[in-house]
């Protein structure tokens, strides 16, 4: 699963922030960051829980004191983590959401694997278009938009105005 996660948490990220300063390529790493994670201890564990992108969070404010550059850029991987969190629909799994306050022992695969083939597969198709859309509202098909984000992660400020609408 990495077409659904990338274009969930991008379509996200327009839809909630419409920012064109964040690094859009960390918020995509965050938000295939708990399945690559995860993924190599065998299943479900602590990056599937809410605790861990409060926790990241809360570390990086307190760890970039006084580097605002740095704190904007890194504050949105756990943000990607959250994105995943949702779209990985963990909510629906009381236990891992809530980690550790419904127990401490991790059970079951990861939700992907749980989910089963045909529904991932579906939800593959439906993160290939959201990706299309956003690269619609990113303006990507200019070369020079699409060098810049490809090099930045950043999407061109002609793009936002102040009432949070796309211009394009």
């Not at 605790?51 to 004191?65: H, K, R």
């Not at 990607?80 to 909510?91: E, L, N, P, S, T």
């Amino acid at each position: 699963m990495v077409l659904w996660f990338a274009g969930a948490s991008l379509a996200a990220m327009w839809l909630t922030f419409r920012d064109p300063a964040i690094d859009h390529r960390l918020v995509v790493a965050g938000a295939l960051l708990p399945d690559v994670i995860d993924g190599l201890t065998g299943g479900v564990w602590i990056l599937h829980t809410l605790l861990f992108p409060i926790a990241a969070l809360c570390l990086i404010m307190v760890v970039t004191v006084g580097q605002r550059r740095w704190r904007r850029r890194l504050l949105t991987l756990p943000i990607g983590v959250f994105w995943h969190v949702i779209f990985d629909f963990v909510w629906a799994d009381r236990s891992t959401f809530w980690w550790p306050l419904d127990g401490v022992d991790f059970v079951g695969d990861l939700p992907a694997v749980e989910r089963g083939l045909a529904l991932n597969l579906g939800l593959e198709v439906v993160g290939l278009a959201l990706l299309v859309w956003v690269g619609r509202q990113f303006g990507l098909s200019d070369p020079a938009r699409r060098a810049t984000f490809l090099r930045t992660g950043r999407i061109d400020r002609s793009l936002t105005n102040p009432g949070g609408a796309a211009t394009c």
